[in-house]
């Protein structure tokens, strides 16, 4: 399978606890983007690193790369419930079609007031 | 910002029918148009390349004679489910890049129940 893998799958946390998610992926990537969707909804483009990039900040959200290990992260600082929804990350590979995407099994999160 | 939209948002159908799904950029052209399927608390799975006149590209284990995809123009992707079955109920969601790297546009999502 071309898809990476995500941990944890699901996730509980408290309104002002940080969040991180990892994602882990198989191949060379041009880039590796993160995208948030709430139940039974389209895709949320969160944010987007390049692969000569190793960390992005966006808000509240933090993103970082490891092109050697071949794995991302993504923290959330301060969530709030409204955070509450599954999390992917998706990449595009090296020599792939523009906008081609990747997904990875996803995160669920959930924010508990 | 650009905007992709799907129509219909959601459709019920009898088992053997055929069903099409538009994907339209709104205000942007795209000579390239991706197609995922997503089934209950799973991921996104991409199932094919969508390219303006010309065939579309589709992922490996994809049925290209049960998903048929036309690429009309530049703005607008059809998707049709041929002789649907119960397996095929899923949620499906296009998607067309921008002009860079950094804008993907998603369409909202199809919701597709075949009895």
């Known amino acids: 399978s071309q898809q990476g893998e995500e941990d944890p799958q699901a996730l509980s946390i408290q309104e002002g606890e940080n969040a991180t998610m990892n994602c882990s992926y198989k191949t060379s990537i041009n880039n590796l983007q993160w995208y948030r969707q709430n139940s039974g909804r389209g895709l949320v483009h969160l944010i987007l690193?390049?692969?000569?990039?190793r960390e992005k900040h966006s808000g509240r959200l933090r993103v970082t790369l490891d092109t050697s290990k071949k794995s991302s992260s993504l923290l959330i600082t301060a969530s709030r419930a409204a955070d509450t929804a599954s999390y992917f990350c998706a990449t595009e590979h090296r020599g792939s079609t523009l906008g081609r995407l990747y997904f990875g099994r996803g995160t669920q999160l959930t924010v508990w007031p | 910002g650009a905007v992709v939209s799907q129509h219909p948002s959601r459709v019920i159908c009898k088992s053997g029918t055929s069903v099409k799904i538009e994907c339209r950029s709104l205000d942007f052209q795209a000579t390239t148009m991706f197609w995922y399927r997503q089934f209950p608390k799973q991921s996104l799975m991409l199932m094919a390349t969508?390219?303006?006149?010309?065939?579309?590209?589709?992922e490996q284990g994809v049925e290209k004679d049960k998903f048929l995809i036309n690429h009309a123009s530049l703005t607008l992707s059809t998707l049709t489910v041929t002789s649907a079955h119960p397996e095929d109920s899923s949620f499906y969601i296009c998607?067309?890049?921008?002009?860079?790297?950094?804008?993907?546009?998603f369409g909202p999502g199809t919701r597709l129940l075949v009895l």
């Open positions: 969508s390219n303006e006149g010309s065939k579309a590209t589709y």
């Open positions: 998607s067309a890049p921008g002009s860079s790297r950094e804008t993907q546009y």
């Open positions: 690193i390049r692969s000569n990039e």
